[in-house]
Every structure is written in structure tokens, then in C-alpha cells.
């Protein structure tokens, strides 16, 4: 579905993603994996086209067409969706508004907010309560909510489970999973090791800019001395 | 619209209606007057209240559409209804015109942007004396006949008014308005989940210029002229300040600003000529004890004493 081949892409003169190709299949969830500051938020922001970073040369392809200087809401008009790092929700629109932007609360077919309440049931309790005053692990749950309102093939995730206590991040991670159970891509972009571990097909790892390391999630969880090479865990 | 909103509209029109019963002649033409800029303070108040720009350009808007109408009548000689559309629609376009060069700019730069796109309007209305007559302005009897009585115009302007309130409650409460929310929040919030942020601004700014457009040939229909001042910046400076003393993104709080700036102006200028500095006054009152103008204001006392 997505297919990205030897992207390089940067700010200003300094280009932080170096010569990346990666895959993500349909169905498939596939983990973008490295330290802070190694080009995976620069990397997920190129796909979506958002500026800055700009993205010096390779190629994006969705589903055969190119996504390069494409603007980003072109993008997600071709059913790509991004739950932005830090969740970035509206402070003065309620939950139920961030949901039914652009699209009316009483649309049938795909998402609608029913279908969001249903898998998140915390935010129905919290439909009258504004962005601001939600807590971290519901604005984690919103920001996804917020993305699968427009039907997305493919869901481009910043680190959702950034800040959240142990317990959300699994059901954030339940979640996911079922999502890919309905066909949906992710493309997850973590810090957190484990979490990425326990839900993707396959795992790329970033370091300053290039692929260091590509696989199965399941062989890369059992080489403890490649994680810890790779990544500084043990 | 929950059963308990529609009461209250309902009582609030109908107690609007009954004005004319009690208020002599020349009070009857105050509260149209006060409609009618209640209407332009609501237009600015899409753009300002929730899109979080605040539009100085809008009495250009405004005036353009009194203009088309006074000369489509007075010397086109179109029947009133068609005089209307022409000028709504002459408004529309300004709007876009407008709107196509300020969208892409935010905070004092829009401020300044749609303030020297309406002095370019200003200077074409008081130069182009072939068609706008220059500083005298053009005077015609843009009013039907059945609307000739002070009384029946007021109703007419009032259940046009109720019309206008109830779409842009509409407009605002739509998906689309959510977008434009979720600009004022954050623009590159927005941009970054894939809206067309310059698009949407884009078409609320048409929106809120059509409506604008609305009560500039209600005002046509009320004057039975137009000058150069209708289109002044005062015009714009006057709607936004009936905007904010009701309360920036209220809506209904335009026309309790529009009632009482116009109440203020009418009432202090039987005493004494410096009336607008008593207004002044008002105003750095209004925003040191109330910045969130009146409605807002009292929606804040509610909602502590609910609590």
C-alpha cells in the first residue's frame, strides 16, 4: 500500500532523514522505531506533507501514486490519517465535537461517533467535556478517534503512547490491534520499545536518519543483544 | 435546536414583535436600526468569534451591498426583491475578493489586511461620482410601498432578522463550523490533520460577507440613501465594538451590543455633544470589568451560580 523508497528529507540545510525505504502492506502494522532526534517524526510528517520538513528527494508512493507535493489535506483525502506526537486536540471544542468535524454526527457509513464511543467508551462518559479538560490517556484515545473519522486505509501514529501510565498503553495497544483486524495499516512511530513489540508485523529502526535494522517484530523481540545494540535496552 | 433554545427564541422574537405596541414611532426606527447592525456585528462575529479573526473590512462589505441596492433602485429603476439579490450578491463577491487575499494572514496583519481593503472600497465610493454620486452620496425610495410604515418594516426587518440569527446559528454549530473552531484553536492543529485551513477560512469569510450583505440592503431599505461614510472604517470599527461589547463569540450578544451602543449614542446625544466620548468611556469600562462583553458576562454569572 505504502511504499517509500529512499527519502531524504530535512530542515533547512540540515537534512535529518537519510535515504529511508520502508513498507507498509495492507492490513499490516509496521513499527518505525529509534531514539529521540533520529528523523521519525520528520519521517511521518514528509508522508503527510506537512512543511517544515522538506522533503529533498525519493519517492512516496500510496497505492501507486505519488504523494510527494501533495498538500496534507490532499493526503487525507486519500485515506491517510495522522494521530499528531503530543495528541494536539482542540481546547475549546468538546469530545463530541472533535468528533463530527466535517463530518455530520449523523452519518451512517464508516466511522461514525457511535462506533468511536463504542471502542473508547471513557470518552462517551466524557462527550460534554472540552479537549482542555481531558485527562492524558483520553486525549491519547480521542486523538485516535479523532483519525479514524475520516475512514483511513492507512493511520500514521506519532508515539500514542507517549506519557500514558501503563495501563492505558495496553488498552491503546488492544485497540491497534483491532483496528489491523479491520483491515486497517498502521504505521506506529515509538519510543517505547515494548509497546511497539507487542503489537507490529514488523519493525524498522531508525538511527541518525537511516534504517539500521529491519525485521519480523517477533525475531528482533528474541535478540536481546540486537535491541540492545540497536536501541540501549536490555 | 433543544426544546428549551426554541423556547427561548420564540419568547425572545415574539417579545421583539411586540415592541412596536409600546415604543412611539421614531423607537420603532431605533430597534430596526439595531437589528440591522445586529445583523453586521453577527457576520463579524462568524469570522472573530470563531475563526478568531476579527475582520475590519466588514462595513465596506456592508456598504457595498447598501450602494448596489440604492442605485439599482434609484437609477437601474429594479423592482425592490431584485435590488436586494443584486445587492447581497454584489456583497458576496466583495467578500471573496476580500476573502482570497486575507485568509492566508492572521492577527493584526487580517486586521490590517480587510482594513485597507475596505479604505480601497471607501475610495472607489467617494470617487467614482458617475455612479455613487461621490460625497453626496445617492438618495432613492428603495422601501416597497407595503413597507412605507415604520411598524410593518419593523417586522418585516425582524422576521428577516430571526431568519438570519437562526442560519448562522446553523452555520456555526455545522461540522463546517467546527472546522473554523478548531482554526481558532489552532491553525497548524488543523493543517497538520488535514484540513484546507486558507479554503475554509476562505469560505467563512464568503459566508460571513453574504450575511454582512444582508443587513447592508435591509440598511438600503431603512435609509433610503447611502454616502461614503456607510462604507467608512467607522462603519467596520462600530460593527466590531457592537460585537465585542455583546461578547466575541456569542452571536446573539451582537445585537444586545448593537442595542446598546445605538441606545447609548440616541440617549446620551440629547444631553450633551460629546456624546462619543461618553461612549469611550463605555467601552474601556466594558472591557476592563467585563472583557468577555455582556453576554458573555452574564453566561459567566449562570454558570456560577448553577454550580
Redesign the interface.
Known sequence: MLEVRNLHSGYGEAVVVRGVSLDVGAGEIVALLGRNGMGKTTFI?SI?G?TPPTIRSGTILWRGESLVGL???D???RR???V?QGR??????TVT?HL?????ARAKDGWTVDRVFGIFPRLADRRHHR?GQLSGGERGMLAVG??LM?DPELILMDEPSEGLAPVTVQHLEQIIVDLKREGLSILLVEQNLYSALAVADRVYVLETGQVVHQGDARELSQQPDLLFQRLGVQ | MTGRAALIAIIVVAAAASLPLVLSSYQVGLATEVLIFGILAMSIDILAGFAGRTSLGHGAIFGVSTYVVVYATAQAGLPPAAAFAAGVLAATLVAMIFGLLAVRTSGSYFLLLTLALGMIVWGICLRWTQITGGENGIRGDVRPAALLNNNSFYWTVLAGTAIVTFAVWRFVRSPFGLTLRGIRDSESRMRSLGYNVPLHLFIGFTASGFFAGIAGALYAMFNNFVSPSTVALAQSVEGVLMMVAGGVGTLFGAFVGAAAIIALENVVSTYTERWQMVLGVTFIVIMIFAPEGIIGKLNAILMRKTR
Do not use: D, Q, V, Y
Open positions: 510528517r503527510m506537512l498538500r496534507p489535506h493526503i487525507a483525502g491517510i490519517a495522522i499528531p494536539r486536540l482542540f481546547p475549546s471544542l465535537e463530527t468535524m466535517l463530518k455530520s479537549g479523532r483519525a475520516i
